[in-house]
């Protein structure tokens, strides 16, 4: 049953009965229900009145632009075959009849709207987009962006579109989505993923709109594949291809980690087809809607941010600049806040509060805040008027905002992992020969070179805009935080996702609080290799490197931090407590530095004689534009320049390193005197490329493992990553296979007489005298961590 939300159970006069009348069909409901999601209820409060002016500002520029009495509606968007420019005139189409519709508009009071929204759309249905039209360029545009678009404008035309009109323009969406199972322009791709969940919600959608319960059906279907016997099930938690993993990993097109997009987009759909349903005989089983609800705290809810996704979840779409991390965020706060209007209790309070929480914590880009709606061209679909009037409904109520708690989450099947403390919060993207180092299609995404290669994303409070403030159209993408990578011309971008040669990528859980991430690393064209390591702390980040070696004669450098400073950044850097004051744009080369802080970002510390490599210094201001990074047709950024401040810290190692190495402790929001102290705290007992390990405080040791070794009287039999330590019980072990290609994983400690007192199944104990060994298994656990702990 449905929870009994005050406030939320009004339905709109659209799917209320006239007197006298019968009850709503359920096709009048859900399609009620969807333009509901594109006008809202005509609720009136100062932020959604917000929200209407910036959609008036933009739906308005569209408006005034058009010509209705050409075949070529828009000077700008030429007619012709073709994905390149149709999927703008629909995307404009929509923005100006959702305003028309929107009660309260700029474009509502006007009697000749109707008639020209559908002069527009019967042009672009004869010119552009019809039942006859040959599918050239992007396949999406045709079978799920346009399809989205007309929906839309469709159901904001309502009545004002007559039958036979809106018959005719729906044809090219009944022949581009005949079956939500299937792809049209290749009947035998059979569709997962974000691209399932969107065609069932057009098949759905337009089910209704044609009267056609076949299509209703079908659509809902599809979401657990009824059609392949459950192969493609949404709801599945698989291990290969594309969906939600059993870690919780969600990825798109096999081997891009996508939580921040493809799987927003997924769970929006979601959303809505629940939404539009509820209340009819479509309705989505309970069961399958539990099954959604649950990877809100199992998939998303570890890669937001103070209301921003984080960005190695985010793939190409990092480079949208109207689709930032703050867009992505808002997107999957939208998509809990509509999945809590239909879920029963308790699952609704704990979605609503959720959401308040993440509403309250976003104060950089406000969710509540809309405005600039230009930026977005298609993508993710902005936070408007009915987002708005759904979250301050849910707002009203008093929501009981879940208490904060820091956390360290694993996501092997996609190399990723999230760090969480009470005051900032880390991530890291990797790659492998099962995930790729970037991807850049359709035009986006032009300096994702370095993306898998280790950089070190790092999360602060009061930096929330630090990667949606034009980050990545400004930044050196040469020297991202973290890498290690060669100062020569980038290598060629390849269309189709580059896997690396290695499988070692990913870590081990020791508990809330720590965590032991390793990466084999070797460059796009293979000249440069490296054993890198990460070793996460409740205050820090310690970051070693081995093995550096290249034979390439470019110069070496290892990132420590490349941070943007704002616009005209001036945040005191410290080196051993004096202050650079180099002048803008110059190089400083510090030897045998110690520690350095930049003010209001992190403590850096050198460890184990790196201070005795060379670190370069450099404050700059760069400048660049959305447009230089995403050119793609329906996405592309604007020529406008944007100019941020960056202070760099790089770690030389020359030209032609053989067997080079680095050892320092980054500690996110630290003061200038915890830097200092800090560089007695952490002992690194091994640093090669067999080995990496740091004693951490409180007598943990964490480890990765690249062939068999041993350190601290422990040893293994093969690639490892470990974390060891004091727990509540006991000593505690926990050890993952980063290369998830071994069957038996063998650890040795050098303690006689030691029993287990508790144990994952997968660990045997093969002896305890006179040493104790256990066999792990850990084939088929895909990287996952098993522990055990003895007494």
């Known amino acids: 049953m449905t929870a009994a939300v005050p406030g939320w159970g009004g339905e709109s006069s659209l799917a209320r009965p006239r007197a006298g009348t019968a009850e709503p069909t359920d096709h009048e409901k859900i399609v009620a229900a969807y333009r509901r999601l594109q006008i809202g209820g005509a609720q009136n409060s100062p932020k959604r009145n917000r929200a209407l002016t910036a959609l008036d500002k933009i739906a308005t520029r569209y408006h005034d632009g058009m010509n209705v009495a050409a075949d070529q509606l828009w000077e700008d968007l030429p007619v012709g075959p073709g994905s390149t420019y149709f999927p703008s005139m629909y995307y404009r189409l929509r923005t100006i009849a ?32 019809n039942e006859h039209t040959e599918e050239i360029g992007n396949w999406y545009s045709y079978e799920i962006g346009v399809p989205y678009w007309l929906l ?10 007559p039958a036979g009109d809106r018959e005719r323009v729906l044809r090219p969406v009944r022949r581009f989505v005949a079956d939500p199972n299937r792809r049209t322009a290749k009947p035998d791709t059979v569709e997962t993923g974000a691209n399932r969940a969107d065609k069932s919600l057009i098949a759905v959608v337009s089910g209704a709109l044609m009267g056609d319960a076949g299509r209703v059906a079908a659509g809902v279907a599809a979401v657990t594949d009824t059609a392949g016997h459950g192969a493609a099930d949404l709801t599945r938690r698989t291990t290969k291809g594309d969906g939600y993993r059993t870690d919780g990993s969600f990825l798109q097109h096999d081997v891009v980690p996508y939580p921040g997009h493809y799987g927003l987009v997924l769970l929006s759909a979601i959303a809505a087809l629940a939404y539009v349903t509820d209340g009819t005989g479509a309705r989505l089983a309970p069961q399958v809607q539990q099954e959604f609800h649950k990877t809100v705290t199992e998939v998303y809810e570890p ?5 921003s996704m984080m960005e190695p979840v985010r793939g190409r779409m990092l480079s949208r600049q109207g689709e930032t991390g703050h867009d992505a965020g808002h997107q999957f706060i939208a998509a809990v806040v509509l999945l809590a209007r239909t879920a029963p209790e308790p699952m609704c309070s704990r979605l609503a509060g959720a959401a308040a929480k993440w509403i309250a914590e976003g104060t950089w880009a406000p969710y509540l805040d809309v405005s600039d709606l230009a930026r977005f061209a298609g993508g993710l679909q902005p936070v408007g008027v009915p987002e708005v009037e759904f979250a301050e409904t849910l707002l009203a109520e008093r929501q009981r905002v879940p208490a904060d708690r820091g956390t360290h989450w694993t996501f092997p099947q996609m190399d990723r992992m999230v760090h969480a403390t009470d005051r900032w919060s880390a991530s890291l993207g990797l790659s492998s020969s099962r995930i790729c180092r970037y991807e850049s299609i359709n035009g986006m995404n032009l300096r994702g070179w370095y993306l898998g290669d280790g950089v070190l994303y790092t999360f602060l409070p009061g930096q929330q805009g630090h990667y949606s403030d034009a980050y990545w159209p ?14 020569s011309s980038p290598p060629a971008l390849s269309t189709d996702p580059p896997l690396t040669a290695k499988a070692f990528a990913g870590g081990a859980r020791f ?17 440069l290799s490296a054993k890198k390591s990460w070793f996460f702390t409740p205050d ?6 081995a093995g550096i070696t290249d034979a390439s004669g470019a110069r070496v450098r290892t990132t420590i931090e490349n941070r943007s400073l704002g616009e005209r950044g001036s945040a005191a850097l410290l080196f051993d407590g004096q202050r650079d004051r180099t002048p803008l744009g110059q190089t400083r080369v510090l030897r045998h530095a110690r520690w350095l802080h930049l003010a209001g970002v992190a403590g850096y510390v050198l460890l184990d004689g790196s201070d005795d490599t060379p670190v370069a210094v450099l404050r700059e201001d760069r400048t660049g534009a ?3 990074i995403d050119t793609g047709a329906n996405t592309h950024g604007t020529k406008d320049p944007y100019t941020r401040r960056y202070q760099q810290i790089v770690l030389d190692h020359g030209t032609r390193p053989a067997g080079a190495r680095y050892a320092y402790a980054v500690l996110p929001a630290a003061a200038p005197d915890a830097t200092r102290q800090a560089r007695q705290r952490w002992k690194v007992l091994a640093n090669t490329d067999r080995v990496q390990a740091v004693r951490l405080d409180g007598r943990i040791v964490a480890a990765s493992f690249f062939a068999p070794e041993g350190v601290d009287r422990v040893a293994v039999s093969g690639p490892a990553a470990m974390v060891w330590g004091r727990s509540q019980h006991g000593w505690t072990f926990a050890v993952a296979d980063p290369t998830q290609s071994q069957d038996t994983v063998r650890v040795t400690v050098e303690s006689a007489g030691q029993r287990i007192v508790r144990a994952d199944p997968s660990v045997i104990v093969v002896a305890t005298r006179p040493k104790l060994v256990v066999d792990i298994k850990v084939a088929g656990s895909f990287g996952a961590t098993h522990s055990f702990t003895t007494g």
């Not at 809330?512 to 070797?522: K, P, Q, S, T």
């Open 474 to 487: 400004t930044v050196n993408a040469t020297l991202l935080p973290g890498t290690t990578e060669k100062d």
């Open 303 to 307: 890669f937001l941010f103070a209301g």
């Open 540 to 545: 820090a980040v310690i970051c070693l490197g």
């Open 98 to 129: 959702v305003d028309w519709a929107t009660p309260g508009s700029a474009l509502s009071a006007r009697p000749d709207m109707p008639q020209r929204i559908v002069t527009a759309v019967n042009t672009l249905y004869r010119v552009q987009y």
């Open 511 to 527: 508990d809330d609080a720590h965590g032991a991430y390793g990466l084999d690393f070797v460059s796009q064209d293979g000249t």
């Open 152 to 161: 839309q404008i469709v159901v904001a035309l309502g009545d004002s579109l």
């Open 626 to 628: 959305w447009l230089d």
